[in-house]
């Protein structure tokens, strides 16, 4: 196995909205780097990055896919992400770990809303970044019109380093503006600028030595004296500004015809920063914070940025080693767990192959099988020289679903394959709602989920159905109101007997149920007063309006009666659970639902139409800050009426909108609402009986 310097490895996250054909690049770079010898579609799941037979299926990218390769000295670990938003998970793993960017763009779409958030991770990491407009063969292919949306979005940085010659069933290739050469075909036959190009060649290459002249203060002055930049100069300054992040290069090509991924990957080899370039954050053990050199040398820093579950191979695990060297069958400290960690065969990963290597060292990415508790985000280094690394950071959930085993047997394993599926992506979150019992899976959006429970099935032979969560609807009271119960029965031998007179009485929210007893000169003997309490416990556990549980009660036993022959706790406890219903019934009970603070972020755009959709929800609006074109829209709503908002949100704005729920209060449902509930109840009562 060849070994590579830190400046010689480029880690890169492969970025872009969903269907610009992110993956038919990285198909067309391992071919064109020989990594492979064929090109694979991604129609009919014959990619190297595209292998889970759900990717093949949806014809979309799930999975994060390391797929590393040789381009002339360097070594390339490419990290193929998903564009779909639902995905986010994979591409905040890829950009945490990599050194830049390649934002794929296609040439008819122009700039989309996947391409505005990729853009926006990539500026959070600080990462030097390319864009590669790609499918130019396509119909209504406009270079220059995403050249144009890009400068107006992202600024003037972005500019042009290549022109393509044709678009559509014309497109032939792409004129580099530095060398001033054209690069025609597949096989990169070069020649001169096409004499119909070459006044827009001139134009174009005229901004862009004015753009890297811009960022080398001798190279300004030797531009504005008019004087001659040396070829050599122009590259090291476009990669000075690269690197800091003030000119983002703009190339053609087309991924299916594998024309102009060569020269991508000349502008990833001379523009993008290495490893060495960029200095890594640690976090000693005393808790500050410093950036420090990467070196192979240096003592470990490794970190695990994704685990995968597989029912064969068992828990595999992704890392970056950023400082250091880890090796086959030895021993790391887990400073993130504080446990020694035993390392077994470490992997190099393409796609789903796993080529054995005896170490993988400093700015390198690996894999290892099996680890006991190392889990995504966790540091790996030495244990007398402790660092923590920042971990990934990943978006919470947004959107839930109930999960109901289809059989017996699916119920059995349903925990262990929750559990895998959490591990291996961290934006799933599993509970156990309490007041429904219904387990809760919530994670991105609904196709998150769907695939989610395909993976159940396909991985761990799980069935499952999905559904909306039930609201977790609670019962109270508005009034006051005695109530008797005298439970009394005859039978041959010793009778039933147990008499309670209690009040009911309402409390604040969120007081819950408190009992009392104010029983004087024993008419209820003291022995069986904990069974009054058990009774009533009991029954608040089914209200008497919908049978939702009964909250913010006070119930207080003040008289009764009982018989020194017949009575028993379990008389008592029927007869204390038998005033309580009675109790309720009169008291004006009400149904509360739960209200949650819904924030949501979008452009200003939208924000007529999202306050417009919030006041179909019964949203009570709470505030609205503009800020940088956006507008934060805080509003109080039942949780009732957004259970399914990030479906709602992602249609209304393009997917663009962000929001978070977080629980408030209980507040009492209008009468219009408690009839729709009272009949849904109803319903589901009877289902649960057939």
Known sequence: MQQFALENIRNLALLSHAGAGKTSLAEAILFTTGTINRLGKVDDGTTVSDYDPVETKRRISINLSVIPCQWKNNKINILDTPGYADFIAEMKA??????????????????????????????????????????????????????????KKFGTGCVPIQLPIGAHTTFQGVIDLLAMKSYTGSQVKEGEVPSELKDQAESLRGKLVEAIAEVDDALLEKFLGGEEISPDELTEGLRRGVVAGKIVPVLAGSALQNIGTGLLLDAVSRYLPSPKERGVSVISESGGAEVVEPDAAAPLAALVFKTTADPYVGKLTYFRVYRGVIDSNSQVWNATRGEIERIGQLYLIRGKTQEPVPQVKAGDIGAVAKLALTNTGDTLCTRDKPVKLPPVAFPEPTFSEAVYPKTKADLDKLGAALSRLVEEDPT???????????????????????????????????????????????????????????????????????HVILKVEPLPRSSGVQFESKVVGGRIPTNYIPAVEKGVHEAV?????????????????????????????????????????????????IILEPIVTLTVKVPEDYTGEIIGDLNTKRAQLQGMNPEGGWNTIQALVPL????????????????????????????????????????DREREKVAEKV
């Not at 934002?103 to 700039?111: H, L, Q, T």
């Not at 109530?483 to 029965?489: L, Q, S």
């Not at 929001?659 to 449902?669: G, L, M, N, R």
């Open 541 to 589: 556990q089914e209200g008497v309006v919908a049978h939702y549980p009964v909250t913010d009660v006070k119930v207080t036993v003040h008289d009764g009666s009982f018989h020194p022959v017949d009575s028993s706790e379990i008389c008592f406890k029927i007869a204390g659970a038998g005033a309580v219903k009675k109790g309720l019934a009169e008291a004006r009970p």
């Open 428 to 498: 799933l979150r599993m509970h156990r709602d309490p007041d429904t019992s219904e387990t809760i899976i919530s994670a991105m959006g609904e196709t998150q989920l769907d695939v989610a429970a395909e993976k159940m099935s396909r991985k761990f032979g799980v069935g499952v159905d999905l559904k909306t969560p039930k609201v977790p609807y609670k019962e109270t009271i508005t009034g006051s109101a005695d109530a008797e119960y005298r439970h009394k029965k005859q039978t041959g031998g010793h009778g039933q007997y147990g």
């Open 640 to 679: 009732a009426e957004v259970q399914r908002y990030a479906i709602d949100l992602k249609s209304k704005t393009q997917g663009r909108g962000t929001f978070s729920i977080e629980f408030d209060h209980y507040q009492e449902t209008p009468a219009n609402v408690v009839q729709k509930i009272v009949a």
């Open 94 to 151: 890829a950009v945490r770990v990599s050194d830049g960017a390649i934002i794929v763009i296609c040439a008819a779409s122009s700039v989309e809303v996947g391409t505005e958030q990729t853009w926006g991770y990539c500026d959070d990491a600080g990462l030097p970044r390319l864009v590669m407009v790609n499918k130019m063969d396509r119909e209504n292919a406009d270079f220059d019109g995403v050249v144009e949306d890009l400068q």
